[in-house]
């Protein structure tokens, strides 16, 4: 049984620079969500999906963040021209939804971005 | 504005005793509650969770509390164990409205198991 999985694990770019970052969700869950998490906090909600549409976005996300799931498998997450307040671990989760909700979500081992 | 807290940053507990770690909330909407474990290096990894519609819910070891009225929950470790070391975060979410269901965390407790 292969949970989540995220890649890169670790990311360092430079201020200005583009990084997208790739989920692979539980293969039979259908909503993926993006959380990122900064140091000393937990983790805040950035957006879901179920299978290929984007439900939700939070205020977080701004203009710069862009997340798809084009098949409703996996899912990218771009960062267009990163700023030094992008530096976080970013995680992905999924779960699954057959008619009615499940609210445990399973979470990957994260991509962790540092912004120079 | 924080409507998870966890208080306490850190717990430290002698191995075989109770680990108590605590969480409030503030949003009134929140009625399905969970706690999570992380290790270093590793996402959060799903412990136990309970509905509103209960007071406690148990699995094995832990055990997790809800006290709707004072927006207070809590989880037990019984006995604790040196793998119980990690960070617990709390989160929170509504299920009254659907595609609502976001988690919202807290800032965690880091609890560590003295041999």
């Known amino acids: 049984d292969t949970g989540v999985s995220q890649n890169p694990r670790h990311k360092i770019t430079k201020r200005g620079q583009n990084v997208t970052f790739r989920c692979d969700p539980i293969?039979?869950?259908?909503?993926l969500y993006w959380y990122r998490q900064t140091l000393g906090q937990g983790p805040e909600f950035l957006t879901y999906?179920?299978?290929?549409?984007?439900?939700?976005k939070s205020r977080l996300l701004s203009d710069r963040f862009s997340a798809e799931r084009p098949k409703g498998s996996f899912s990218t997450l771009e960062i267009q021209r990163t700023e030094q307040g992008d530096s976080a671990m970013y995680l992905c989760?999924?779960?699954?939804?057959?008619?009615?909700?499940?609210?445990?979500?399973?979470f990957g081992p994260g991509t962790r971005l540092t912004v120079t | 504005d924080q409507q998870v807290k966890q208080n306490s940053p850190s717990l430290s507990v002698q191995e075989g005793r109770i680990s108590i770690l605590n969480c409030d909330y503030t949003?009134?909407?929140?009625?399905?509650f969970l706690w999570y474990k992380k290790y270093p290096a590793e996402g959060p990894t799903f412990l136990i969770s309970?509905?509103?519609?209960?007071d406690k819910n148990e699995d094995g070891r832990f055990t997790v509390f809800l006290n709707k009225s004072a927006k207070h929950l809590s989880l037990h470790i019984v006995p604790s164990q040196p793998g119980d070391s990690a960070v617990y975060f709390c989160?929170?979410?509504?299920?009254?409205?659907?595609?609502?269901?976001?988690?919202?965390f807290g800032t965690g407790t880091r609890l560590t198991i003295i041999p």
């Open positions: 989760a999924s779960s699954p939804f057959t008619g009615t909700v499940s609210y445990e979500q399973y």
């Open positions: 293969s039979e869950h259908n909503r």
């Open positions: 999906f179920q299978n290929e549409a984007q439900l939700e």
């Open positions: 949003n009134s909407m929140f009625d399905y």
């Open positions: 309970i509905s509103s519609i209960k």
């Open positions: 989160a929170a979410t509504p299920t009254i409205v659907f595609g609502n269901e976001k988690l919202t």
